[in-house]
């Protein structure tokens, strides 16, 4: 096999000789023995299996904590305490891997399940075989609409011309040649003779000899890099960060706790209820429903994606998007429309022109069928009644498209005289039209570098009328042209990028264009929709490679526009953005691989490569920067409402905690039976739940978020003293009247100042004041709050969980103090949240 940059500059002798063929190609034998030595022509992509996904959603450092607190509590003879941990588990797994599998299941039908198969020469005979027996060696015939399926350099190119646009970025086809370059080619687009594997053929026809195959093809190259890509989760980093914090801090209090009722108790102690009481302490604070919180979080801002014709492949990526601080991007379909259209005219005669710029489209004669997006372009321009005069013009000879003179050519019938058209780059087309002025040349000539500079792409148009009896092309004919005009060609905007980069800025999102086009196309779409200033602005990829790497990190925070970027600078830029910010990148080609495993957020459109696709963490079914920015509110919903949870029941379950812990040490009996601790649990956690579904402040919407471990704490701290100090003033009132009153007014008064505190730290804001809860908390609150004092008067209650029934004036007491205590709470928030907010 050969390198690329190898390959273009040799001859076709020197070719075939080192890959050890002929033009007549290879026999069966050769070909057998090359693919036993070589191997199969195929991408090894992984294959998701539902095992895995499955597995995925038990991969969590806070699911590992909760697993062994079940265990624990199993083998000590806590079933019911373990039943209920282990039911929150299976409840996030199986919520988790119904949202994935289905995701996964829908993509997997938009691939279609075919063996692609190309036309290759054996022993002098043109067969059809199946792509994946392609050896290092044959001669490959390719014509339009085929995908490339290797690497290939061209031995034969008639009016060849590639769709790059998965590799390079390139949105306009590109002319391909079958002689030896100059100079070697150290990018993919300067490889003028060469094609990649996965670039699809728009016209003509070539014969190319394979010189790489599988993974020695650039595809290949780009596939590795992207199975080695390792990409981690905020969402993941941030859950695994606090379920460290909370372990630490429940062990340490638990020794705490174990070593101080033995000091204090000595012979009257017994062990064996100690032990249970302390690990039933230890469960009551471990948050157990955040998992399925933050899955029922997520799978409801799957569900919302998925209106919006979105699919989500890893569910933790809805935050994970809500999060990033910068969204890279590719122009193509995304910014722009992906469809090229006329910008301008510039011809004395317009409608004569345009007319004769779309004869030269010989594809095509009935405006169906075009191959070149300029003559899609040119034929939207015409009226019908110059469509209908088009279609009726003979064709009497075509000149195909030339790499090397840069132009094409018709012979045309019109009005009993052969009329030659000529159409093609300005430099090409100007120094044969000697029969057009001088200074009207320059004129041309100015407009056509402006329109360049500017970033559109500019075709001349010159004709020539021949001598009667005259019908076919003669190459001396191609002189003394008459100059009629120049076009401009625009890929345009759309309509809703500007309002949507906004809309992102207004999110605190940056967005960054990393592109294989041209810098001048790069820099014209950056300074339409406000990225950048002026089109000097954007960096070429070569640049960027040639800065020290301490330069490379300044110019990839500053800079918001990248033109002729490799896969590799792509996924180099990608990374050198993560030490800094959290990064989402949105692509669709086969380039884009390796910067989409890595980015915190891979986001790929419908059409993207199978590559692209397996890479991706989220799909979109419709080209839209919109629906991302809508998906970025979502995730931060999704993120506001889950550090609701996590500061409402670690504050609440913390004060409990040290109120019991301590409680213990004062009073001979357990001042809380640990069965009642677990009912504390379910019912507190019940409603919690729904805080899912809770509204979220416009405030937590407006910058990206990660989650402050030490914020956290100190704000549960702060609020669980206040809770341990409302905890000992029940403790206070009750605990001479007997353990039974003790425990049963106990279990009331925690449960209501637990659901009374979640309408306080839903908001930064006063209770009053926020946006009203969802019905779905409000409902679930009501009915834990009914439970909890129902129970108590209950068979249930006395014979199951030994409460008595609570005398009346007792609960007027408890909620009178519930009432004040809510407002306690409320003034430490607020001060906490000024303090904090203002240094």
Known sequence: MLLFSEAA????????????????????????????????????????RWWQILLRQFRSPFVYLLIAAGALAGVLGEGIDAAMISLFVLINATLGFYQEFRSEHSLRLLQQFVRPRARVVRENQEVAVESRFLVPGDVVVVEPGDILPCDLRFVSAENLTLDESVLTGESVSVPKIASEQGQPASQMHEAVNLGFSGTAVATGRGVGVAFATGMKTQLGEISRLTAQSVRVSAFEKGIARFSRFILRLTLVTLVFVFLANLLVKGDRLNVFELVLFSIALAVSVIPEALPVVTTFSLSRGALKLAKNRVVVKRLSAIEDLGGIEVLCTDKTGTLTENKLRVKEVNSSAPREFLLAASMAAASSRSGVGFTEPFDEAIWEELSESERGQRSKIKLLDEIPFDPKCRRNGVVVASNNRSVLIVRGAPEAILPLCSKTKV?????????????????????????????????????????????????????????????????????????????????????????????????????????FESLPAVEQLAAVLTRSAFARVSPQQKYQIIKLLQAKREVGFLGEGINDAPALKIANVGLVVAGASDIAREAADIVLLKKSLNVIVDGIKDGREVFANTTKYIKATLASNFGNFYAVALGSLVVEF????????????????????????????RDDLKKPKSYNIKEIALLATLLGVVSTVFDFVFFGLFYRMGPAVLQTNWFIASIITELVFVFSIRTRFFALQARRPSGTLLGLSVVAAMATVILPFTSLGHEMFRFISPALGHLGLIFGLVGLYFLVSELVKLLYYHFWEHG
């Open 670 to 697: 357990l001042p809380m039976l640990p069965l009642q601790l677990l009912l504390v649990n379910l019912l507190s956690d019940f409603p919690m739940i729904a805080i899912a579904t809770d509204r979220v402040e």
């Open 439 to 543: 200074t009207h040349r320059r004129d041309i000539d100015n407009w056509a570098s402006g329109q360049g500079r500017q970033g559109f792409r500019v075709i001349l148009v010159a004709r020539k009328f021949l001598p009667r009896g005259i019908n076919r092309f003669q190459p001396a004919q191609e002189n003394a042209l008459s100059l009629l005009g120049g076009l401009s060609f625009i890929d345009p905007i759309k309509a809703t990028t500007s309002s949507a980069i906004q809309r992102a800025g207004k999110l605190g999102v940056a967005v960054k264009i990393l592109t294989g086009d041209s810098p001048e196309v790069a820099g014209f779409v950056a300074t339409q929709v406000g990225l950048i200033k002026s089109p000097d602005e954007v960096m070429t990829g070569d640049q």
């Open 9 to 48: 500059v040799k001859t076709k002798s020197e070719l075939l000789e080192i890959l050890q063929t002929r033009e007549s190609g290879l026999t069966e034998k050769e070909s057998a023995a090359r693919f036993i030595r070589f191997g199969s022509n195929e991408l090894h992509l992984a294959q998701i």
